[in-house]
């Protein structure tokens, strides 16, 4: 879905490796990441746990820093901006976290937390940073009183609806979900997804919709990428991903799902991922995929660019 004539934001060849705790050999979390995000589409990031997906978060709005590789948002490149310029530039980029309440400062009024990005950013004179507040509040679906009211007195479904208010009361261009349903019970997840939905073609953003559950990247996303051990190993646009898995990882993800329409049998990988301080040679899933040949277990297969009925997709496996 290219909605415009350049990426909103585009990332090449991301690498982060973090120290390793018993002081071995370096944790490589994201390794030689690329991806683009269009204006107005949502952009869904799937994996396992460890697979590098929140990782690969935080370097996108360099929450951490990247050992290499480069992220321009809107034409710049965000490496290369100093702090002041950084600060900026975020005004367009938000994130919204996994936990609603770890993310939410007890001591302060709603109010305060929707309002804390217009303070830092010195937007408007109080009575216009209070309108806002409550506008976001109202969009998000709380009520005015809301706003005097503390953390503690809300439900985890509510507390999620604030921050998603205070991560659009700077009107962003581009908004990280960081698993914004996973801690939810399954009743409230849908409410939150469709409050999603519609905030997204009211306001006009563009999403990174990072999940492990895939039926739920399957309901918002336009296009996908599936990470595996800090690699992207599929990505393509939704439909056609989850008609036709090409990768064996995408392959064995969808047919977990409970009575999904493909119809794929079970497939139940081996074992559990490898660790990302010691991952296999060649290509990393080899040890847990059901298609595996010798040329997998010595050679790491690049991505390739497979044509296909829903649009060009790339996949990075030696059966293509």
Not at 7 to 17: D, F, S
Not at 86 to 92: E, T
Not at 239 to 256: G, K, M, Q, W
């Amino acid at each position: 879905m290219n909605a415009g004539p350049a990426p909103l934001l585009e990332a090449e060849g991301l690498v982060k490796r973090f120290p390793a705790r018993d002081g071995g050999g370096p944790v490589q979390a994201v390794s030689d990441v690329s991806l683009k995000v269009w204006r107005g589409e949502t952009l869904g990031i799937v994996g396992e746990s460890g697979s590098g997906k929140s990782t690969l978060a935080r370097l996108l709005l360099r929450l951490i820093e990247a050992d290499e590789g480069s992220i321009r948002f809107a034409g710049a490149e965000l490496r290369k901006l100093d702090t002041q310029a950084l600060r900026a530039m975020r005004r367009d980029m938000q994130i919204v976290f996994q936990d609603p309440y770890a993310s939410l400062d007890p001591r302060m009024t709603i109010g305060d937390i929707v309002a804390e990005p217009l303070d830092i950013h010195r937007l408007g004179q109080r009575p216009e940073r209070r309108s806002k507040v409550l506008e976001c509040l109202r969009l998000v679906g709380l009520g005015p009183e809301a706003a005097q009211r503390y953390p503690h007195e809300f439900s985890g479904g509510q507390r999620q609806r604030i921050g998603i208010a205070r991560a659009i009361v700077l009107e962003p261009k581009l908004v990280i979900l960081d698993e914004p349903v996973s801690a939810l019970d399954v009743s409230i997840q849908s409410q939150i997804l469709n409050l999603l939905l519609e905030l997204k073609q009211r306001l006009r953003l563009s999403y990174i919709f990072i999940s492990h559950d895939l039926s739920v990247v399957e309901h918002v996303s336009d296009r996908v990428a599936v990470m595996y051990l800090g690699r992207i190993v599929e990505a393509a646009p939704a439909v056609p991903l989850f008609d036709r898995p090409l990768h064996p990882y995408t392959e064995a993800l969808i047919s977990a799902i409970p009575g999904h329409p493909q119809g794929t049998a079970r497939i139940v990988l081996k074992g559990d991922p490898p660790s990302p301080q010691n991952p296999p040679a060649g290509c990393h899933f080899h040890p847990r995929c059901h298609k595996a040949f010798a040329r997998c277990e010595v050679e790491v297969p690049r991505e390739r660019i497979v044509a296909d009925a829903g649009g060009a997709r790339g996949v990075a496996c030696h059966l293509y």
